[in-house]
C-alpha cells in the first residue's frame, strides 16, 4: 500500500488543499493529513481545531488519515510507513522553498519522495494566510474554504 504524508498547518484548510489532496488520492492508497502543531506561526486555531476542521471536510474517505505532529517530518512519514511527502505548489515562489525542503527531506531519508501537485488555475493565489486576514477584517472567503470551515470563520460584514 502506498502511503503519502501531506504536512501543513491548514490554518484554516482551504479549496486549495482539498484540490491536492483529491488529486494525491489518484497517486496513493492512502493519504496521511498531518498537521503541524506550528506554535511558533501562532496560528489562528489551535491545532485541535486545525484538525476537526481537516477531519470534517473529507468525512467518509476512509483513504485518508488525520493526526497533529510536532518535530521532523521525516521521522512521522518513517513511522507510518509512508513512502512519500505530498506538496502543493501555486506558484514558481512556492518551488524554491519547497525545493530546499524536499532536498533536505532527501538527504534525511533518501527512501522518502516528494511528490508535487500543481495548484489548479482557480486556486493558485488561495492561501491560508489571505484567508486569515480577509476573513478577520469580514471578508467573504466562503467560495475559498469547504463548507464546514465557514463556522469556525467571523462573519461576513455587511458592504453597506
Known amino acids: 500500500m502506498k502511503t503519502a504524508i501531506y504536512p501543513g498547518t491548514f490554518d484554516p484548510i482551504t479549496l486549495g488543499h482539498v484540490d491536492v489532496v483529491q488529486r494525491g488520492l489518484k497517486l496513493f492508497d ?10 511558533k506561526k501562532s496560528p489562528m486555531f489551535d491545532v485541535q481545531t486545525r484538525l476537526n476542521m481537516v477531519n470534517a ?5 476512509n483513504r485518508i488519515q488525520t493526526l497533529s505532529f510536532d518535530g521532523l517530518l521525516v521521522n ?3 513511522q507510518h510507513q509512508a513512502t ?7 506558484a514558481a515562489s512556492d518551488f524554491e522553498y519547497e525545493f530546499q525542503l524536499s532536498a ?3 538527504k534525511l531519508d ?7 501537485v500543481m495548484a489548479r488555475e482557480e486556486y493558485t493565489f488561495v492561501s491560508s494566510s489571505f484567508i486569515r486576514e480577509i476573513s478577520s ?4 472567503v466562503t467560495t475559498l474554504v469547504p463548507e464546514v470551515v465557514r463556522p469556525y470563520l467571523p462573519p461576513i460584514k455587511d458592504k453597506r
Open 76 to 78: 512521522l512519514a518513517q
Open 104 to 106: 533536505m527531506n532527501r
Open 84 to 90: 512519500a511527502i505530498l506538496r502543493g505548489l501555486r
Open 110 to 116: 533518501a527512501n522518502i519522495e516528494s511528490v508535487f
Open 137 to 140: 477584517m469580514g471578508g467573504d
Open 57 to 61: 471536510t473529507f468525512a467518509g474517505e
Open 30 to 39: 492512502q493519504i496521511i493529513i498531518a498537521v503541524a502543531d506550528s506554535s
